[in-house]
């Protein structure tokens, strides 16, 4: 079974023999709140002791100040949620090398790394790009903020899981047993279902008409997976192709 079966199906993914587990509804908050240990923007410190850090020892070393403290606590939550287990370490070995000790095995910090871009693609959390640069990180931020100013308020997570009970019909309390990407995969595709009905029921009333009857959208028509930043970053071909239709010659 591929990775992306065993996330669609809410598997455990294996590590190192130690079981990853998805995340589930019920456990939503207590995740969301955990996962910010994953969340912070290493980088955007910009002194070059702390870029040459591993993540797990960026981590080590903030949760040794004020401001810092609790960061470790959130990521023994986090772990303790994934491996479901109680048995989480952290230590220092003799080299300087931060472990975790999980259920008697002993974790480094490249595992470290792995097993979080594991997470993220498990609980859909867009991790912070560590090789993006502080600049073009700071002007994508800001695009997407005057983007979502344009856009429709979407709805929060509780009026999301009110939604999926009131378009599937499942009760709340098999909700609570779904995976946070099985949730958020089945409102992706109730949307598109939704719309796809919309547009077919136009086309046959005859509300509307399509050059060529292929192009039509189908409840199980494939969902193209945004790229991260499409949404507010465009590639120098496209920019030159608008820039023609507009009439003016690209630079």
């Known amino acids: 079974m591929n990775i992306n079966t065993k996330k669609a199906l809410g598997k455990p993914i294996l590590y190192k023999g130690l079981n990853i587990y998805p995340v589930k509804m019920k456990d939503a908050d207590e995740f969301y709140d955990a996962v910010q240990c994953l969340l912070l923007p290493k980088n955007d410190f910009q002194q070059p002791e702390i870029i040459r850090m ?3 020892f960026f981590l080590l070393t903030i949760s ?59 609980n859909l959390i867009d991790l912070d790009d560590e090789f993006i640069d502080p600049g073009t990180k700071k002007a994508i931020q800001e695009a997407r903020a005057f983007i979502a100013k344009r856009k429709t308020r979407q709805a929060d997570f509780e009026q999301q899981i009110i939604a999926y009970h009131c378009k599937s019909g499942l009760p709340y309390h098999e909700i609570e047993h779904l995976t946070l990407y099985q949730f958020h995969k089945g409102l992706i595709r109730m949307d598109y279902m939704v719309s796809s009905d919309a547009i077919l029921n136009a086309r046959y009333s005859g509300m509307i008409e399509f ?10 028509g494939f969902i193209d997976e945004p790229k991260k930043n499409e949404d507010v970053i465009i ?8 820039m023609k239709k507009l009439g003016l010659e690209p630079s």
Do not use: A, C
Request: charged residues 25%.
């Open 64 to 122: 040794q100040n004020d401001s810092g403290q609790g960061i470790l606590d959130k990521l023994i939550s986090l772990y303790r949620l994934v491996f479901q287990t109680e048995e989480i370490q952290i230590s220092m070995n003799e080299k300087g090398m931060v472990l975790i000790i999980v259920d008697g095995v002993t974790l480094n910090e490249r595992d470290f790394d792995k097993i979080k871009t594991i997470i993220s693609e498990q």
């Open 235 to 242: 590639t120098k071909s496209v920019f030159d192709q608008q």
């Open 54 to 56: 591993s993540y797990l």
């Open 211 to 220: 050059k060529n009857d292929q192009d039509l959208p189908h409840w199980l």
